[in-house]
T-cell receptor, first 113, second 115 residues
Framework: AQKITQTQPGMFVQEKEAVTLDCTYD???????LFWYKQPSSGEMIFLIY??????QNATEGRYSLNFQKARKSANLVISASQLGDSAMYFC??????????????FGTGTRL | ETGVTQSPTHLIKTRGQQVTLRCSSQ?????VSWYQQALGQGPQFIFQ???????GRGNFPPRFSGLQFPNYSSELNVNALELDDSALYLC??????????????FGPGTRLLVL
C-alpha cells in the first residue's frame, strides 16, 4: 500500500520569502513518481512539479523545486519568492508502478498556505 | 490545446437519486481517472479507464460506475445517492499507461451536494 503524509495543516509565509512544504511517503514499489498539485479555492487541481524515483537531480519548475531525499522517503516542495497568488491548498501525491496495479494517484491531506 | 473539462460545475440531488457526471479529456489523452474529494480531505481514487476499459478501481461500492467513450470522454454514475456522497468530483486525464512517470491533469471538478 502507498501512503503520503503531510504533517503541516497550515503554513504562513511573507511575500518574496521562500517556504518549504513537507511530504513523506511510503511504498514498496520499485519505481514511483511524486507530484505536487496546487488547489485554489475554485477547486481545480493544478499540476506543479514531478519527480521520478530514479531521477538523479531534484526537479525544478520556475519558482518551484522539489527537495527529493530518497533514503528518507521525503519529497518536500520549495516555493521561492512567494506571491499573494500562491495562497492555496497544496497536495503531495504519489503514483506507483503500473505493473503492480498502482496507476492511481495517492494524495496526502494537504497543506494550506 | 483544450484542457480537461467537466460538467456540470455544481449539482444538488436528494438521497436515493441517481447522478451522472461528465468529463472531456485533454486532447491526445486516452486515460481518464475519477477522484472523490470530501471537504477538508485529499482526493480519493474511484476508478480509471484506459481505451474504454476499466483499469483499476479504488475502495468504492458498485453503485459508483463509469464509462469511457471512443472519443475518450467519460462519465461517472452514482446510484442510490447517500449524504456522504456530497463531495467535489475530479476527473483527470493522462496520455496513456506510461506508468509512474505519467502526469495526470485535472479538470475543474463537479461539486455535488446530496440533501
Amino acid at each position: 500500500a502507498q501512503k503520503i503524509t503531510q504533517t503541516q495543516p497550515g503554513m504562513f509565509v511573507q511575500e518574496k520569502e521562500a517556504v518549504t512544504l513537507d511530504c513523506t511517503y511510503d511504498t514498496s514499489d520499485p519505481s514511483y513518481g511524486l507530484f505536487w498539485y496546487k488547489q485554489p479555492s475554485s477547486g481545480e487541481m493544478i499540476f506543479l512539479i514531478y519527480q521520478g524515483s530514479y531521477d538523479q537531480q531534484n526537479a525544478t519548475e520556475g519558482r518551484y523545486s522539489l527537495n527529493f531525499q530518497k533514503a528518507r522517503k521525503s519529497a518536500n516542495l520549495v516555493i521561492s519568492a512567494s506571491q499573494l497568488g500562491d495562497s492555496a491548498m497544496y497536495f503531495c501525491a504519489m503514483r506507483g508502478d503500473a505493473n503492480f496495479g498502482n496507476e492511481k494517484l495517492t494524495f496526502g491531506t494537504g497543506t494550506r498556505l | 490545446e483544450t484542457g480537461v473539462t467537466q460538467s456540470p460545475t455544481h449539482l444538488i440531488k436528494t438521497r436515493g437519486q441517481q447522478v451522472t457526471l461528465r468529463c472531456s479529456s485533454q486532447s491526445g489523452h486516452n486515460t481518464v481517472s475519477w477522484y472523490q474529494q470530501a471537504l477538508g480531505q485529499g482526493p480519493q481514487f474511484i476508478f480509471q479507464y484506459y481505451r474504454e476499459e476499466e483499469n483499476g478501481r479504488g475502495n468504492f461500492p458498485p453503485r459508483f460506475s463509469g464509462l469511457q467513450f471512443p472519443n475518450y470522454s467519460s462519465e461517472l454514475n452514482v446510484n442510490a445517492l447517500e449524504l456522504d456522497d456530497s463531495a467535489l468530483y475530479l476527473c483527470a486525464s493522462s496520455p496513456g499507461l506510461a506508468g509512474a512517470t505519467e502526469t495526470q491533469y485535472f479538470g475543474p471538478g463537479t461539486r455535488l451536494l446530496v440533501l
